[in-house]
């Protein structure tokens, strides 16, 4: 028995049903000079696998079902065809070798259609394929790192209305009332890893300009515009969504995200955008309502972030769901423990006396500098909601 896969290179179908109309047709022509891409994946494929030419009968590392595999080929699809005892090791290597020279790989039998980029065509739609897709080489570094997450999420973040924005460094969405970027940096983290972390910057313009009131009022410069921006690592993001790779892991010393090779960061990329899909654009949904984005910050249990999900840990026996340790959600970096308690004041926060309390704590524990600055913001917040019969 065997198992056939074919391979084009233009156009790209949008569509299972586009992609079976491209292979009838591409099928079907007579082409004078072959395509060299053929050449280069038949040259990829056998590198690792020999061609059945080249071994003899009854050969244990024969995985192709027949040959010679050297990509000659005169119509616009060309066909290769595994053995079925070999399908599930050897598949997986063949659509990630193909797709990642920019090549469509296409099973007709089964309706499945991997594209470069990573997507996956079938029937019911497009999915986030279980390959990358796309080129990669070492030597491992943070700029392979960083270009690698960016060209795997990219595809992804226009489906969702996510675009590139340069000058804010990251992703950008706007919505009604604000807007949200995403934004990520990778670093050496030694030892031949290269540590990796994401954060997602929430803005409300409403609740910017009451901010700037405040500071008005503490006698402050405007300089923390973002009451509601909620900053967050990929590390404390991505444990919410366990990315389903043992390979890819979090580092024990911090919050950020590492990997160690080029195969771990091809899994990690594969990864990435399951959490986007899974993950990430619900949030942002979600996230576009200042109430939902006051009960994760000042929410001071599981309860609270449940809504933001859970994470899972590896142990000899598997996968254990591990329940959440701290809020994944901060104001510490746009706006400090006082524009926690302001967004809870405005919104629909229960509990705004206990917020209050567990802000007095926070600001007491600062460095005198800040202490002096964050005291004036929080009698002016005060002072504002007691005006306006939000605190008694």
């Known amino acids: 028995m065997s198992y056939t896969l074919h391979f084009w290179s233009f156009p790209v179908p949008q569509t299972e049903a586009e992609a079976a109309q491209i292979h009838r047709r591409l099928s079907a022509e007579q082409r004078a000079k072959p395509n060299s ?46 053995r079925s005892e070999h399908m599930a090791e050897v598949a997986p290597f063949v659509v990630e070798t193909a797709t990642s020279m920019g090549l469509v790989a296409y099973d007709y039998l089964n309706g499945v259609v991997w594209l470069p980029g990573g997507l996956r065509l079938q029937t019911d739609g497009r999915h986030v394929g279980d390959h990358l897709g796309l080129p990669l080489a070492g030597p491992l570094s943070p700029a392979l790192v960083q270009r690698t997450v960016c060209d795997a999420l990219e595809p992804l973040f226009a489906l969702y209305g996510i675009a590139a924005t340069p000058a804010a460094g990251g992703y950008r969405r706007e919505h009604e009332r604000g807007s949200q970027l995403i934004r990520y940096v990778a670093r050496d983290a030694g030892e031949g890893a ?54 890819a892991r979090l580092r024990r010393s911090g919050a950020c995200f590492e990997v160690a090779s080029i195969e771990e ?66 104001t510490e970096q746009c706006g400090g423990p006082v524009a ?53």
């Open 37 to 82: 891409a053929f050449r280069r994946l038949a040259a990829r494929l056998t590198e690792r696998h020999p061609c059945i030419t080249a071994l003899a009968d009854g050969d244990a590392r024969a995985v192709w079902s027949g040959g010679p595999l050297d990509g000659a080929c005169d119509s616009g699809v060309y066909g290769i065809g595994l």
């Open 194 to 247: 290269v540590a990796f972390d994401l954060e997602v910057v929430l803005v409300d313009r409403a609740l910017g300009a009451l901010y700037d009131h405040v500071l008005a009022a503490a006698g402050l410069s405007a300089h923390e515009r973002f009451v509601a921006t909620a900053i967050a690592s990929f590390a404390t993001l991505v444990r919410f969504q366990r990315m389903q790779c043992a390979a």
């Open 265 to 330: 960061l091809r899994r990690a990329a594969i990864d990435l955008r399951q959490f986007v899909v899974v993950v990430l654009q619900v949030l942002l949904d979600r996230w576009e309502n200042p109430n939902a984005i006051s009960q994760a910050v000042n929410g001071r249990d599981a309860e609270h972030w449940r809504p933001i999900g859970s994470y899972w840990h590896d142990t000899a026996d598997g996968l254990a769901r591990i329940s959440l340790a701290a809020n994944p959600l901060s």
């Open 340 to 392: 926690a308690l302001l967004l809870a004041g405005v919104t629909d926060t229960p509990d705004l006396p206990e917020v209050v309390e567990r802000t007095q704590h926070r600001i007491a524990a600062l460095e005198p500098p800040r202490q002096a600055a964050e005291r004036a913001k929080l009698d002016a917040v005060l002072d504002s909601l007691r005006n306006n019969g939000l605190l008694g």
